[in-house]
């Protein structure tokens, strides 16, 4: 069975980052959701078109959107493996992501929280949208329904995967290169 790993935590909490070394070191395939949404807005497509009316509002696409995201990685991806960056969100992601990994013949083998801090993530994200980031890095009401949405709704995920124990709880305010090291130990 061919093995997805989840890289987890708030915006700009170092996710991409992080799943960009696992890739490299391990030879798997990156599948950042952010990143497959934002492709698939800027594609102009019927689907890219459903994502960008949430997104705009800084809020979380449906699970049926999500599954048909999903649906289009690449049969390289199922073979070497697959990091999810930034997904699953919430609980019935997580039972969407159960059912279509194991229509693909993989499974969930860790779920790695990158914790920082609320101030941290303000900080970072406001650095990040002075480069000419992300346009929702840009809108400080976006941002906060980004962090509202957190707190309300992916905390739970937590518990669930240290239940099933996948759940690997990692600082991601220390440097980009303990933070790997830390994450290297659990794979």
Excluded: W
Aim: negative net charge; glycine residues 10%.
């Amino acid at each position: 069975m061919g093995k997805i790993i989840c890289i987890y935590g708030l915006a700009a909490c170092g996710k991409t980052t992080q799943a960009d070394l696992i890739c490299a070191d391990n030879g798997m395939v990156q599948f950042g959701m952010g990143d497959t949404l934002r492709a698939e807005i800027e594609s102009g497509s019927e689907l890219g078109q459903k994502i960008k009316s949430y997104v705009d509002q800084g809020i979380l696409i449906t699970d049926d959107l999500m599954a048909e995201v999903i649906k289009k990685v690449s049969d390289e991806a199922k073979t070497k493996g697959i990091i999810f960056d930034g997904f699953p969100r919430m609980m019935s992601q997580a039972t969407m992501l159960e059912k279509v990994g194991a229509e693909m013949g993989m499974d969930v083998e860790k779920f790695i929280y990158l914790k920082v801090g609320v101030d941290e993530v303000i900080k970072r994200i406001s650095k990040r949208s002075e480069t000419g980031g992300r346009a929702d890095d840009k809108d400080p009401a976006v941002v906060q329904s980004r962090l509202d949405v957190f707190a309300k709704e992916s905390v739970p995920l937590l518990e669930y995967y240290k239940n099933n124990g996948k759940l690997v709880e990692i600082d991601g305010e220390m440097s980009i290169e303990d933070v790997f090291a830390e994450i290297k130990k659990h794979l």
